[in-house]
């Protein structure tokens, strides 16, 4: 009887057990690492068969695709292999959630990598989609140095929309001129601007026509258009098949229009975010996007078709250069894939055709079975005015007529260590004169500064963003602005023309709004963003257009600094930081 007993009292000790464990959530399948070694050099490439200085990734530009799951962590060793040059790479998508210090924006979240130095970046990918990395030091973006993220859906999840394939195409504009010729002729008095693009690239490859050369290169062969490195790009297709396009723009100046000669496109996704499908024949796309979109290739099988790229918002054509479409094949498999189309590549829409990019901005809705609610009101409006200016002679880009620069100590670290000389502690403001500034005309902006200043957010707080453009310092000009926000998704509550008005919210969505980390404000409008200050960090917003940044169109948010942990010691070494020894 007692050992009848002490069995069934510890049956019901086991079973007890066996409920906590089922009560108790554990994970079925935990993140694996995904390990990469890089490293980063100059190597001379012919991506538009010119050949120049290019920065490569282990010998190639674009660089290695890194193909992840949701909840993989991510690490990448990068050695700075380009010898008099520092570098640094965001994860450009990745909202660093935990690792505020792998954003790798330079000056912001950490110091820059030296030659010959190794640094580690380790994250984790939180969620599913399209995304980017580049370079994130001075202009050397434009030089070559990017790649994709691809993070896929965990196993047994499926996503709203079906494909049998999936490929990614990052598009590109090319300059002949080197990064430091672009810096200086934009810091000079008188200004140098850096004009419009050579080429534009489909996934690195594109052609110059070499005879159209102003001055002959004194080099031989420095213009080859028979040079397999700018032969054109082709994305072979099975007949009858469907398939996922990831279309990413890292043009350095230029809005672009993406087609493909008899497909529609179905945009299935924007940013990392489901997207309620639509149909385009033409793709805009701006600096720093990403869109999926679905293509079946249900054509006459016997051909190839063109894929091109074209200039909008700015004219492709000036006294001086013609930026030509970029080209590429959409190969229908057994055609051979350098099988060139015997038709006319589609033209793409006209460059200043604003209302059709303003409409695709405005069809951008989230998934319906998708939908993040936004907070239905803010707790802080902050209007930014997107201006161009002269600044004791020199020309600038600026928000709210202050023009950002960088401080030789990031901010991260010098947040958390409290180094209050390492930048300027005045805010800068948040707005301007709203009822007197006149957005058409050219502005005469005589009080313009420059800062290092930053906007310190509430942490947890709802904070709405409002983009407004204007002219610029040339008559009856407005340019199209891509602004990124790093850290954070935003959602986009509207798009409209002319200037917002800061007392009438009734053009925003709240219902079904898309979210993104990218977002263009077109020529003589606004663009209104919601977030949540909830990511303990450092944070870059900025205009993706690289020279325009590099003028100092910009601006840093920090939220929650005291839930920061520990900063690594590999982070740190310039400014402030030099031979200082922070505690452990």
């Given amino acids: 009887m007692v050992q009848l007993l002490q069995s069934t009292s510890c049956i019901f000790k086991l079973l007890g057990l066996c409920l906590l464990f089922c009560l108790v959530k554990v994970p079925a399948v935990e993140g694996r690492i995904r390990h990469y070694k890089w490293e980063v050099k100059y190597e001379y490439k012919s991506p538009d068969c010119f050949k120049k200085l290019v920065i490569t990734i282990n010998g190639g530009t674009p660089g290695p695709t890194i193909l992840a799951q949701q909840g993989d962590t991510v690490v990448v060793e990068l050695k700075n292999s380009l010898l008099t040059e520092n570098v640094a790479i965001h994860w450009h998508g990745i909202r660093q959630i935990g690792s505020p210090w792998s954003d790798g924006t330079e000056g912001v979240t950490q110091c820059p990598i030296l030659p010959g130095d190794t640094f580690k970046y380790q994250f984790v990918v939180d969620r599913p989609g399209s995304y980017l990395y580049h370079a994130h030091y001075g202009m050397q973006?434009?030089?070559?140095?990017?790649?994709?993220?691809?993070?896929?859906?965990?196993?047994?999840?499926?996503?709203?929309?079906?494909?049998?394939?999936?490929?990614?195409?990052i598009l590109t504009d090319w300059y002949h001129r080197s990064t430091y010729e672009h810096a200086v002729g934009l810091s000079s008095n008188p200004f140098v601007w850096v004009g419009e693009p050579q080429s534009l690239l489909i996934q690195g490859r594109g052609r110059f026509n070499c005879s159209s050369l102003a001055t002959p290169s004194l080099e031989a062969g420095a213009c080859n258009a028979s040079s397999p490195d700018c032969s054109p790009y082709a994305v072979t297709v099975i007949p009858g098949k469907t398939y996922r396009l990831r279309i990413a723009s890292l043009t350095a100046l230029s809005a672009l229009s993406f087609q493909i000669e008899g497909h529609n496109m179905t945009v299935v996704e924007a940013d990392g975010h489901y997207v309620e499908p639509f149909v385009v024949k033409n793709l805009f796309i701006y600096s720093g996007e990403t869109y999926s979109v679905i293509i079946k290739a249900d054509q006459d099988p016997s051909r190839n078709y063109w894929m091109t790229t074209n200039i909008v918002s700015r004219n492709p054509i000036t006294n001086t250069t013609t930026t030509p479409p970029g080209l590429a094949f959409l190969n229908y498999y057994p055609n051979h894939p350098r099988r060139s189309p015997q038709t006319v590549p589609p033209a793409g829409p006209a460059w200043n055709d604003v209302k059709s990019r303003l409409n695709q901005s405005l069809a951008i809705k989230a998934h319906r079975d998708f939908i993040h609610t936004p907070p239905q009101t803010p707790d802080r409006v902050i209007v930014f005015l997107n201006t161009q200016n002269k600044i004791n002679g020199y020309v600038r880009w600026s928000v709210n007529n202050v023009s950002f620069t960088l401080p030789h100590t990031p901010y991260l670290i010098a947040l958390k260590e409290n180094l209050t000389d390492a930048f300027d502690q005045t805010p800068p403001p948040e707005g301007y004169d709203f009822v007197n500034y006149n957005?058409?005309?050219?502005?005469?902006?005589?009080?313009?500064?420059?800062?290092?200043?930053?906007?310190?957010?509430?942490?947890?707080?709802?904070?709405?963003?409002?983009?407004?453009?204007?002219?610029?310092?040339?008559?009856?000009?407005?340019?199209?602005?891509?602004?990124?926000?790093?850290?954070?998704?935003?959602?986009?509550?509207?798009?409209?023309?002319?200037?917002?008005?800061?007392?009438?919210?009734?053009?925003?969505?709240?219902?079904?709004?898309?979210?993104?980390n990218t977002v263009p404000v077109h020529t003589y409008g606004w663009t209104a963003l919601r977030f949540r200050a909830d990511n303990p960090g450092v944070w870059a917003f900025h205009c993706h257009i690289e020279s325009h940044f590099y003028m100092g169109m910009g601006v840093v948010f920090a939220e929650g600094i005291d839930r920061i942990g520990n900063l690594p010691s590999s982070i740190m070494g310039c400014g402030e930081t030099k031979g200082v020894t922070f505690r452990p």
């Fill in 439 to 516: 957005i058409y005309i050219k502005p005469n902006n005589t009080n313009a500064t420059t800062s290092d200043g930053i906007y310190r957010l509430q942490f947890n707080t709802t904070v709405d963003v409002i983009l407004q453009n204007a002219n610029t310092m040339n008559v009856n000009n407005s340019e199209t602005h891509p602004w990124h926000l790093h850290g954070h998704d935003f959602w986009v509550l509207g798009h409209g023309e002319g200037k917002f008005d800061i007392n009438n919210h009734t053009k925003y969505n709240l219902v079904n709004p898309i979210m993104k």
């Fill in 141 to 169: 973006r434009e030089a070559g140095l990017y790649g994709a993220i691809r993070v896929a859906v965990p196993e047994g999840e499926t996503e709203p929309f079906f494909y049998d394939y999936d490929r990614s195409i």
